[in-house]
Nanobody
Framework: QVQLVESGGGLVQAGGSLRLSCAAS????????MGWFRQAPGKEREFVAAINWSGGTTSYLDSVKGRFTISKDNAKNTVYLQMNSLKPEDTAVYYC?????????????????WGQGTQVTVSS
């Protein structure tokens, strides 16, 4: 079992920044890919970013490329999502996810454990 706890969400004005953290417990994430997803009210959950086991490969949703950065600190067993130049359309609950694989995927069905989510609200 892997427990994931997200933090760092909140209310921010458009153009602002937030840094989300996802602390894992129960096992090390050193050999695992991790992902961030989000779900806005009335919409399906969508892929935001993913990072492979070493941190050497990342992938992003097109609309967040150049604004969001995913990173992984294996020593702290934590994954981060740095979000800059936030827009109102980024408003959603953001979820961290773990998969039993070295490699990334944007497919939510291929992730094995999920956090409870953290709310990000961007005002215009």
């Amino acid at each position: 079992q892997v427990q994931l706890v997200e933090s760092g969400g909140g209310l921010v004005q458009a153009g602002g920044s937030l840094r989300l953290s996802c602390a894992a417990s129960g096992r090390t994430i050193r050999s695992n890919a991790m992902g961030w997803f989000r779900q806005a009210p009335g919409k399906e959950r969508e892929f935001v970013a993913a990072i492979n086991w070493s941190g050497g490969t990342t992938s992003y949703l097109d609309s967040v490329k150049g604004r969001f950065t995913i990173s992984k600190d294996n020593a702290k067993n934590t994954v981060y999502l740095q979000m800059n130049s936030l827009k109102p359309e980024d408003t959603a609950v953001y979820y961290c996810a773990f998969r039993y694989s070295l490699d990334i995927t944007p497919n939510s069905r291929e992730y094995d454990f999920w956090g409870q989510g953290t709310q990000v609200t961007v005002s215009s």
